[in-house]
């Protein structure tokens, strides 16, 4: 066969299953939908906070919970694994936001 | 009809190593004959075969095709005319290694987006011209030098040249296989196409499907017959 | 030039460049390989991590506007009888459309050597003596609505509840290691002081308010603490991106390495190719036929390994649960939730992981051939 033919059939192929995962991944997301609802409600219904990933430490399980002196955050948007977890700083615009959030410049002392 | 008036050719112009390979060649190429152009070893033959079909410009001098002034053209114009106008035959074949003598043959018409078929079936025609037909797709490295030279001939034609430039075409020939390209070269010149040849082999020079000898030496012409 | 005389023209040039892959057959579909699975590695990372986020944020997108966590010297401390009642007295809060005491904990069980979460809902109606349970412990435990499971509290009795229910295995993500009980039998296993909570929680209905609220409360009631779910969304999106980021810094190795390893392949131009450039341009191509054809074998490697790469990511994240990056994505778990992410894809991440495929390759196969067919065809009569 034309060399030329042949890539034409191969890429024809592989766009269409690219294009294939994209309708596919529509078809899963709205087959999930009702589940996605579901654990919605659960979430509002028991009130939770945090998806059940990380059990492995009573401190990990609810990382948004956590002590403000445990390993997350003293840093008023340091969210984090590790206090040094990321590479750059939180913007600035962020930090404002969240500052008169944060106990410690929020009352004087 | 090419005509070059006053052509000089320099390598590395300018520089310690500056040389003059040619140095004023007035010459006329008449139509639908065969020329040859003689001379020893470092005289300038090859560099006269790449002015007159368009590979490479001269340093001065003036080349008309057809009653036209071509070497000012921008590069662009210059590779279409030599892609219509001529056909080349290197000394070395210049064949592309891992395709077919037919695939080879039908490379110079890519440019000009014929269908396929089309260019396959005149490729195929060819090389039954030249004895060829059964080899049609032998990878071209696996042929001899006689058949690598026929394909290589093949290829020159493919675009229907008007001119057909051959460099020392019998150099890598033996005398059997040199007396074979001469007679495709008689057939070539009876479809009535203008040749233009280098060589140094008597037994092209001086055979009959010869119309012109021109002699040179240092990059001069020193006869013409 | 008519449009059929382009495409032919193209596809003589392709075919011309793919008669030159198959040249190097085994080198060439070694490059195509590793490229795509190099764009393999990257994109399941992509697809990943952006389910993950994503997903995790539309769950937790209802979760309670504020938490209020009490603190005493600087830690989490139980909310005492009264606080409550307390803010709604001396706080006017506008927009609280509903502020609730919550009573949640960990256990830990040395059995399967984990941690569950043990909560009393409110307005989940659970007879004493029963336990509804997320299915990581149906699994780990192997429980089912009607069994009886005996649980050692801190204060060294032994509780035995019967298994009223299992939760939806759908819900995995969020309750995978639940256990909801009556608010007494929670008290009684704890010895939770009688009146208190372990933090509050409160939903507002605007959302503009929330941060006015959360400073009112801040400063009214300068031991409490505050969270928004915002931050918890947020926390969430660092995470998952950190998470991502480690991946992508281990793997940056590997991209250098491809990317060096390409260029080398494409960039470097063998004497047979510079060879086979002079025969093409003395034969009638034009300096741009040539670029052309260098383009082409660029964009096809390159487009192929980024479809197939692609494509056979997106089988391996959302058909086959992404089982090779799976814990450094998701984390490491005794109880691991078990769930099927729904495809969310951000086609900017596509496009971006596209353009750094496709358009370096592409243009380190052109760079040296954009050299070699400028110069001058005539050299080929003297090779
Ligand atoms: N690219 C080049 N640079 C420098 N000198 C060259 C180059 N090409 C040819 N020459 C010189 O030009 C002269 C003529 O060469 P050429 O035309 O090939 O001779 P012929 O074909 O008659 O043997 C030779 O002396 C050769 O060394
Ligand atoms: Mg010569």
Partial sequence: MRPANLALIVFASAIGAFALSFADAARLRAQSESASAETARLVERLGLTDPALFTEARYTRHPTQADLQSAFQDHPVAFEHFPTGSLVPPPAGILNAYENLDRKTAAPD | ?225 | MPMKTWIEKQRHLIDFTLASLARRKAKNLGLLFIYTLLVFVLASVALYAHALRTEAQKVLASSPEIVLQRLVAGRHDLIPPGYLEQIGQNVRLRGVQKMEGRLWGYYYDSVVKANYTFMAPRDMQIPRGEIIVGPALERSRGLAAGNGISFRSYSGELHTFIVAEVLPQTSELVSADLVLMHEEDFRAFFKYPEGHWTDIAMSVANPQEVRNVAIKLLSTLPDSRPILRDEVLRTYASIFDWREGLMLALLSAAILAFGIFAWEKAAGLSAEERREIGILKAIGWETGDVIKMKFWEGLLVSLLAFLLGYVAAYLHVFHLDAMIFEPVLKGWAVLYPRFTLPPHIDGLQIATLFFFTVFPYTAAVLVPIWRAATTDPDTVMRS
């Fill in chain 2, 1 to 225: 009809m090419i005509e070059l008036t006053g052509i000089r050719k320099a390598f590395n112009q300018g520089r310690h190593n500056e040389y003059w390979a040619l140095s004023g060649i007035d010459l006329a190429i008449p139509d639908q004959r065969v020329t040859a152009l003689r001379g020893p070893s470092g005289s300038g033959k090859t560099t006269l075969l790449t002015i007159l079909g368009c590979l490479a410009r001269p340093t001065e001098g003036r080349v008309r095709l057809k009653d036209e002034d071509i070497s000012g053209l921008p590069e662009r114009f210059l590779t279409e005319i030599r892609r219509r106008t001529f056909g080349f035959i290197f000394q070395q074949f210049n064949l592309i290694r891992g395709l077919s003598a037919l695939e080879n043959i039908i490379l110079p018409a890519y440019p000009t987006g014929q269908p396929r078929q089309a260019l396959l079936e005149k490729a195929e025609a060819l090389l039954a011209g030249v004895d060829l037909g059964q080899r049609r797709d032998a990878q071209v490295e696996w042929l001899s030098g006689g058949e690598q030279q026929r394909v290589a001939i093949c290829r020159a034609l493919i675009n229907d040249p008007e001119i057909l430039i051959a460099d020392e075409p019998t150099a890598n020939l033996d005398t059997k296989l040199s007396k074979e390209f001469l007679g495709i070269l008689e057939k070539l010149a009876d479809q009535g196409r203008t040749i233009v040849l280098t060589s140094h082999d008597p037994l092209v020079v001086d055979s009959a499907v010869v119309d012109f000898v021109v002699t040179l030496r240092d990059g001069r012409i020193v006869d013409a017959k």
